[in-house]
């Protein structure tokens, strides 16, 4: 098996509350709000719906109003995951949200970017940006 190259993308949402994007983040509701269709999770363990497909994520990490970590559960490689990472800038006080998605080539690169772009889209018009 390949390994999967880590990267990073960084959207500056602005002066939001950092409770309501944690629970846009963190939460089946939330994220039924933005990522996916439809979200289901029991514990710890989240599917994900869109149309007639799902696959479920495992959610490793969670620390409030910081960060959650999820692996899918179809990754066999043992280190790639996606997490989403909020940090607030001290000068601005601008909330930045940071990806971080592993993926198998420079074209799959390109895919997920474009729909991460797609999905922090509906993030942004979900919380009333």
Known sequence: MPMKDIFQLEYVLGKISQNVLWNALSTADGLTCWFADR???????????????????????????????????????????????????????????????????????EDLTSWWNSQIEKLQKALGM
Do not use: P
């Open 39 to 109: 979200v289901e999770e029991k514990e710890n363990i989240f599917t994900f719906y869109w149309g007639r497909s799902c696959q479920s994520a495992q959610m490793l990490l969670s620390k409030i109003n910081s960060h959650v970590r999820f692996r899918w559960d179809d990754e066999d490689d043992g280190r790639s995951y996606f997490e989403m990472r909020i940090s607030m800038s001290e000068i601005s006080e601008d909330i930045t949200l940071t990806i971080t998605d592993f993926c198998e080539s420079s074209d799959d690169m």
